[in-house]
């Protein structure tokens, strides 16, 4: 979609459903392109990219119906074919090692292409972390060493050398850490190899300063207003090259540890307004409308603009995994620890489950408590519920994937494509999107910094606001300073007249516009300057305040108004006299003519 304003872009490999994506998005950047093998994660990004393409154009009215099921998404994007184009552009569904290079290349390039983007910004991924798994390597006999998933990585180097963006995100398991592939340690053999490529990349804090400690580059979701602990390596590396002239790029991942949140959310706040469910109950489609209830700050976010719930259907259990539920629900609900195999095999033998490894995994069950942050929502979910067990005894189930991804912080208008398996899938692999969204905001600053006179939108218009509302705030107070200091009456302010003069003398009608000479460009003021960077940005600025000027002028004064514009570097007080005479003169030339 055509945006004349400058956002900054991100692409997306090993996208997943799209919840490092979501994050960037939310925090006003453009992913022009996401890069996933799997057909249903796919699926669901082409319904998020529809989602957030028709909320720019304000046709939401129609997502809303696909996400009711009312229309198909076929019907929806015949109805908008430039969204239909983009949505087809930018999923590209292509797997590193089984399609060749260029052509993923080339259609990541299509869709920068499609979008008028000549580079991204950000690129990025989490490469697939089983070989890196803590939990795999107990499991092999080889601690995984073999697996040739430990170098997937490198796909992502080679797309970094080619799009050159000025930063990446790089996401994975803390197993990353103290992963080995053939002898060698593989997090330093990751961090070497970003540096070996063209151009060299770095990442902040470099390995250098978090030698003796590397878990420093560890990030909790729970810290950044996600109601879930899940622990991940966050790498945020930086084109090597921009940090001599922006060398505060260096500290950026410890900018992200100061965005930490004080309050930490619950399982409460994820999940406490959803509707209850028996097993087997609810649907894995369009579920419905909201229930009339008290929210939390979380929940009220979590429904914003969503026509309701989806993907709300419970999974049905045996009838001894039930039995097994409810005994951990209870020991939990009688105020003892959270419960764990060795109290169900001491207390109730009956119920023992005929698992392999018993003393390897004993808390295999567990219920996610109603006042703590939930447990990591993994990929297994999609295979058993038994990590996930709702807290409420009536209930007596395992979680559905819409509590998942609320756990997960995924708002409610994100629909996830698939069957319900693939669904659980989705969800236990994503990153967080508000932990994203963190990481976001402090990229957004640091390109902030980099392209200082290209902004966002948002941040443009938070920028002249705030310049306009500081300036107009100083000189009406000076004007009102001077008018009382000459006892000059009779004036009003926020007066409903064409174009909004700062002080009117409604019985005289005089109008009074105090204007900054930067904006109004008041000649030969050394106030009046123009940047040099954006030149044509800034005349079309100017030209257009100008003619404004000149259209408000002229339509007062049909209407028999005297103006007064003053120049705000008059405002000094050594002009007071001559403004106040002027204000004066005017006044005695209105009333006299009344007479």
Same mark, same amino acid.
């Given at each position: ?264 959310? +619950?399982?409460? %706040?994820?999940?406490?307004?959803? /509707? @209850? =469910? &028996? #097993? ?6 369009? !579920? ?51 419960? +764990?195999?060795? %109290?169900?095999?001491?207390?109730? /033998? @009956? =119920? &023992? #489950? ?6 390897? !995994? ?234």
């Amino acid at each position: 979609m055509k945006n004349s304003y400058f956002t900054p872009t991100a692409v997306d490999l090993f996208a997943g459903c799209g919840g490092i994506s979501e994050g960037f998005v939310s925090a006003g950047f453009r992913v022009a392109a996401f890069l996933e093998c799997d057909h249903h994660a796919a699926e669901t990004l082409r319904s998020r990219a529809a989602f957030h393409e028709l909320r720019e154009v304000k046709k939401l009215a129609w997502y809303d119906k696909y996400f009711r099921e009312e229309i198909s998404r076929e019907r929806l994007l015949r109805k908008f074919p430039e969204t239909a184009d983009h949505v087809e552009a930018s999923v590209v569904e292509k797997e590193f090692g089984k399609h060749r290079y260029t052509d993923l290349i080339s259609a990541i390039r299509n869709a920068l292409k499609l979008q008028k983007i000549d580079k991204p910004h950000v690129l990025l991924g989490g490469p697939p972390c089983q070989a890196y798994s803590l939990v795999g390597r107990s499991r092999d006999p080889d601690r995984m060493e073999n697996d040739g998933r430990h170098f997937l990585y490198q796909h992502y180097l080679n797309v970094l050398a080619d799009l050159r963006p000025d930063f990446f995100v790089l996401e994975n398991v803390p197993g990353l850490l103290t992963a080995k592939a053939g002898g060698q340690d593989t997090f330093q053999k990751v961090l070497t190899d970003f540096a070996a490529i063209e151009p060299a990349y770095e990442v902040a804090p470099s390995y250098d300063e978090y030698r003796r400690s590397p878990r420093d580059y560890l990030v909790n979701s729970s810290w950044y207003g996600v109601p879930q602990r899940r622990t991940r390596v966050i790498l945020i590396g930086y084109r090597r090259a921009l940090a001599r002239a922006h060398p505060g790029i260096k500290v950026v991942f410890k900018r992200l540890l100061t965005r930490k949140l004080e309050t930490v959310l +619950t399982v409460t %706040d994820a999940i406490g307004d959803l /509707p @209850d =469910l &028996t #097993p087997g109950d609810g649907k894995d489609g369009w !579920f419905g409308t909201y229930e009339a209830k008290s929210l939390t700050n979380y929940q009220s976010w979590a429904h914003r603009q969503s026509a309701g719930i989806s993907n709300h259907k419970a999974r049905t259990h045996m009838a001894s995994d039930l039995d097994r539920y409810r005994f951990f629900i209870d020991h939990h609900l009688n105020g003892n620890k959270r419960a +764990t195999l060795i %109290d169900l095999l001491r207390e109730r /033998p @009956d =119920l &023992t #489950p005929k698992h392999d490894h018993l003393d390897k !995994f004993i808390d295999r069950f567990k219920v996610q408590l109603w006042n703590r942050p939930s447990a990591t929502v993994m990929a297994h979910i999609a295979k058993d519920g038994h990590y996930y067990i709702h807290p409420d005894i009536h209930q007596c189930r395992s979680f559905t994937v819409r509590e998942a991804a609320r756990c997960q912080s995924f708002p409610d208008n994100f629909k996830f494509e698939g069957p319900r398996t693939e669904q659980f899938k989705q969800v236990g692999n994503a990153v967080p999107p508000r932990m994203a969204y963190a990481i976001a905001k402090v990229l957004m600053h640091e390109l902030e910094e980099i392209y200082p006179y290209v902004f966002t939108r948002a941040k443009r218009s938070e920028v002249m606001s705030r310049i306009r509302a500081r300036g107009n705030r100083d000189t009406e107070l000076r004007m009102i300073a001077l008018f009382r200091e000459y006892g000059i009456t009779g004036w009003r302010r926020n007066a409903r007249v064409f174009g909004k003069p700062d002080f009117v003398f409604p019985r005289e009608k005089i109008a009074v516009f105090v204007d900054g000479c930067f904006w109004h460009r008041h000649a030969g003021c050394k106030f009046a300057y123009t940047p040099k960077s954006r030149l044509k940005f800034w005349l079309r600025k100017f030209q257009s305040n100008v003619a404004r000027d000149k259209t408000v002028m002229r339509a007062l004064r049909r209407e028999e108004w005297q103006v007064a514009r003053i120049w705000e570097c008059e405002l000094h007080r050594a002009h007071w006299p001559k403004i106040a005479r002027r204000v004066l003169r005017l006044r005695t030339k209105r009333q006299t003519a009344m007479l």
